[in-house]
């Protein structure tokens, strides 16, 4: 007779003779627990995640005649997570260019996203003048700034073209 689920040796039994799918060295209410657990870890990241995006310090504008659109840092001093979203809704989008200008009493970085969770940085220190191109095929970059603690006061703003 072939071996089933109820008489297999690779199986283990519980008492009634149905087979225990629980994995080797752990019972059900450990995989349960270890699942509680996860997903306690998987809300509290969540719960960070929502901290950050809600405490932006950065107030976006319209969209300038020349096709650029404007996004301005108005608190150098905090961190800061958001992404620029193209407001072309007729072109493809090909590449992605940012003009950082400003000043930073200090020095801090904004990494930007280049796709598969990777990100440029550029570092900002004083007087602030780059321009940040890549080819892009999304609708929205997200960006992170981070000051170091020396930056006590400055104004970064950020025009950026898909």
Known sequence: MPPTAHNHPN????ENGASSHALPGRSNVTE????FEEGRRIKGLLFVLVVLFASCSGT????????????????VTECLVDTLFSHNDTEIISSVEVRITG???????IKFENGAGRFDEVYLTDSVRYVY?????????????TPHED???GNIRLEYKF
């Open 11 to 14: 199986v283990p039994q519980v």
């Open 133 to 145: 191109e890549n080819e892009w095929y999304d609708k929205g970059l997200v960006f992170i700034y």
């Open 151 to 153: 930056v006590s006061m």
């Open 103 to 109: 000043y930073v009493d200090g020095s801090a970085i």
């Open 32 to 35: 349960g627990k270890h699942c």
């Open 60 to 75: 976006k504008t319209k969209s300038h005649g020349d096709g650029y659109s404007e996004y301005i840092i108005s608190d």
